[in-house]
């Protein structure tokens, strides 16, 4: 079963950038739709976005981040990313990319495959 690595994760300041990085131990990740999740301490696992699987395709965001994520893609390179501008507070949280089987993208049950995930802490 393939697995999912994400990198990039750390501590910045209200205001700054981070970019994730997510990538499988085979080169696999150019045939699945994915999605970036978050789970705050003490909180649900929340939808981020999705990318269509070819990229060039869609890509979906949750409301609270559009507009200062995006999620891009180099199959070429098997790397799924999430470019994550203007942070705040709110966005702390360890971040997780998976692959997408089916049903809805917002819901993390149609995700039967996950990273160990990255934390993200945005210091105010």
């Known amino acids: 079963q393939v697995r999912l690595v994400e990198s990039g994760g750390g501590l910045v300041q209200a205001g700054g950038s981070l970019r994730l990085s997510c990538t499988s131990s085979?080169?696999?990740?150019?045939?699945?739709?994915m999605g970036w999740f978050r789970q705050a301490p003490g909180k649900e696992r929340e939808f981020v976005g999705a990318?269509?699987?070819?990229?060039?395709?869609?890509?979906y965001y949750e409301d609270s981040v559009k507009g200062r994520f995006t999620i891009s893609r180099d199959n070429a390179q098997n790397m799924v990313y999430l470019q994550m501008n203007s942070l705040a507070p709110e966005d702390t949280g360890v971040y997780y990319c998976?692959?997408?089987?089916?049903?809805?993208?917002?819901?993390?049950?149609?995700?039967?495959?996950w990273g160990q995930g990255t934390q993200v802490t945005v210091s105010s």
């Open positions: 998976a692959v997408h089987q089916s049903g809805a993208y917002e819901s993390s049950v149609g995700y039967p495959i």
């Open positions: 085979d080169h696999t990740l150019s045939l699945y739709t």
């Open positions: 990318i269509s699987w070819n990229g060039g395709g869609w890509t």
